[in-house]
Structure formats: structure tokens, C-alpha cells
């Protein structure tokens, strides 16, 4: 019996791939994203991939992957960089990794709230160039995180963890998210409108998911709606933030200061928030611990190991393929 072939585009940590053992595993070596020609080269022939949030999954590429493959798993828990409904119209199931990041992702905003306010990565920078210096009054005031109040914009699992965390420092919690349901009883108050919560919060901490609805969904006019003491916080997505929009804030003091674990053209990051030393800036770490990153794994190969015995992944995204009669099965001697 020939091994499901499966294409790795990025090496995984070692664990998720000793869990790939007696499949015939294809890794992509580099440390960088795929190529795009190497990328539609390898998928060739394979029966399932295993992708990062650098492949896009489009009509291209299942074309040049072609009809024996099964399943998309995305090593992330966000997937706006597959095209789920090409892979619905073609029987392919795709898959997350949902749950196992939470807590790692929501400890992330707070390091980025608390740097942002108390100004940090500034004062470290400020240190490492070695400068004559001596305590002073004034010397670097940030702002207060305790008994302020934090507004959450998008309420999800994240966005409750990070909400969770508040209680610590003794804050007020607002959320928005139009996708909870009206009857929802959650910790925190809501508010009816992102408006609402943009002029009350002194910081913003943004957990929703990438679409057309939410992409630049704090541009301009919102920033101008927060205070000018304010923090903004990005653990989602790059493009909710119109990234020029926020370079152009915090230039001028609409808002105090940002911390960004995302970017709106990654690997790109805006000169202006290079240069300006009130915006903390991570390269997109919100996952990065070795537990979660070891977590992702494991429920990425489970999700392509179910598939390939013909069983129902466990984090599926596209349910309605499941029953589908059109739903791609393992190939036979495989």
C-alpha cells in the first residue's frame, strides 16, 4: 500500500512531525515563505497540505494540485489566506487550529498593551544606545493601566481571554461584536456601536477576523473617535488596521500609542511606525510559545490524519463538505 502524500509548506516543530511519521512528507526546508512556482510545483499529486498563513489557497493552486487532494490544514487559527469557498465548491475540506491558542494569543495583547502604555521597548531602546542619564520626574510618562477601562473589539474566544486578564488591574471591560447574539450573557458591558466603544476605552484591543467587513475597520475617522491618551492594540489581523491611518495618529498625537503583533502587507511594516517610537512593534509573535506552536501542530496533523482514514476532521471549517456527495475521499491504497 503506497503512503498519502502531503505537503508541508514550512517546517513544523518536531513533534508535529514525528506525529507525520509513515506518511510520505513532502517540507518545504527554507525559513521563508514558499515560492510561489515551487509552491504549485510540490502540491502536485499530493493528498493533503499542511499550510501557513503565507500560502494562498486559490483556484491556481488546486488546479496544480489536482483531483486527490483531500484536505487543506491551516496552521493557524485564522484562514483568510485560503480560499474556502473554491475549496467547498470542490469537495476539499479545510481545517484550523482553533482553542489551543487562545491564552498564548491573549497574553500577547496584554504585552503589547503594557509596553504601549508604560513605554517599554522605548525606555529599552533608550537604555541598549548607551546614553548619561538620571532618574526624573518626568521622565517617560506613559499611562495608567489599572482602574481604566479596556474596550475589546471582537468577542470571541481571545477577545474573553484578553477580557479575562483585565480583572487583574482592577478595569472596566467593554466589548463590540455584532456576531454575538443579542441574548449573549457575557463578562464585561456591550456597547451597540464600535463608535461607542472607540470614544469611552482608553485602550482598544482588536480579535476579529479578517473580511471585506472588518478590513480597515479602524481607519481615519475612528482613530480620531479614541482619546488622545489612548492605546491601540492589534493581535488579529494587519489589514483591520489602515496602517498609514495609524502611522499618521500617532505622528500627530490623535492617540498616545500602539502595540502591533500584525501588519497590513507583512512582511512590510510602515516606515512611519518604525521611526515613531510610541508604536511597539512585534513580528506577528501572538502564538509563539513552545507549547501552543507544539498544540498547532498536533491538531493540524490530527485534522489531516482524520481526513486521510475518511474520518471527519476535528476543527473543520467548511462543514457543509462533510455531507456533501461531492466531498473528496481518501484515494484508494492509500
Known amino acids: ?40 510545483r510540490a502540491v502536485a499529486g499530493k493528498d493533503a497540505m499542511i499550510t501557513l498563513l503565507t500560502e494562498r489557497v486559490d483556484d491556481e493552486l488546486l488546479d496544480a494540485a489536482g483531483e486527490g487532494l483531500v484536505i487543506v490544514a491551516n496552521y493557524a487559527v485564522g484562514y483568510d489566506n485560503i480560499d474556502v469557498d473554491a475549496c467547498t465548491r470542490r469537495g476539499i475540506m479545510v481545517s484550523n487550529t482553533p482553542d489551543v491558542l487562545t491564552d498564548a494569543t491573549a ?30 520626574p518626568e521622565m517617560m510618562l506613559g ?18 481571554a484578553v477580557a479575562a486578564r483585565a480583572s487583574g488591574f482592577a478595569m472596566e471591560v467593554l466589548w463590540f461584536d455584532p456576531l454575538v447574539p443579542s441574548d449573549a450573557v457575557l463578562p464585561g458591558r456591550r456597547c451597540e456601536t464600535l463608535d461607542e466603544l472607540l470614544g469611552a476605552s ?29 492605546v491601540l492594540v492589534n493581535a488579529a489581523r494587519g489589514p483591520v488596521v489602515d496602517e498609514a491611518a495609524l502611522a499618521e495618529a500617532l505622528d500627530t498625537g490623535v492617540i498616545f500609542a500602539a502595540g502591533l503583533d500584525v501588519y497590513e502587507r507583512e512582511p512590510e511594516v510602515d516606515a512611519r511606525l518604525r521611526a515613531n517610537p510610541r508604536a511597539v512593534l512585534a513580528p506577528h509573535l501572538g502564538s509563539a ?16 490524519r ?12 467548511n462543514p457543509a463538505v462533510w455531507g456533501s456527495p461531492s466531498r473528496r475521499r481518501p484515494r484508494a491504497g492509500r
Open 289 to 304: 510559545t513552545v507549547d501552543t506552536r507544539d498544540a498547532m501542530g498536533k491538531v493540524a496533523v490530527t485534522n489531516v
Open 143 to 160: 499611562q495608567d493601566v489599572h482602574h481604566r477601562t479596556l474596550g475589546i473589539v471582537g468577542y470571541g474566544r481571545i477577545g474573553q
Open 107 to 136: 497574553d500577547m495583547a496584554w504585552a503589547l498593551l503594557m509596553a504601549a502604555a508604560r513605554r517599554v521597548a522605548e525606555g529599552d531602546r533608550f537604555l541598549r544606545a548607551g546614553p548619561e542619564w538620571v532618574w526624573g
Open 202 to 230: 482608553d485602550f482598544v484591543s482588536l480579535h476579529v477576523s479578517l473580511s471585506a467587513g472588518t478590513h480597515h475597520l479602524i481607519n481615519a475617522e475612528r482613530l480620531r473617535q479614541m482619546r488622545p491618551t489612548a
Open 306 to 317: 482524520a481526513a486521510l482514514q475518511g474520518e471527519h476532521p476535528p476543527t473543520l471549517v
Open 1 to 40: 500500500m503506497t503512503a498519502a502524500s502531503v505537503l508541508v509548506t514550512r517546517r513544523l516543530p518536531a513533534r508535529a512531525m514525528e506525529q507525520l511519521s509513515g506518511l510520505d512528507v513532502e517540507v518545504w526546508p527554507g525559513e521563508t515563505a514558499m515560492p510561489r512556482a515551487d509552491l504549485l
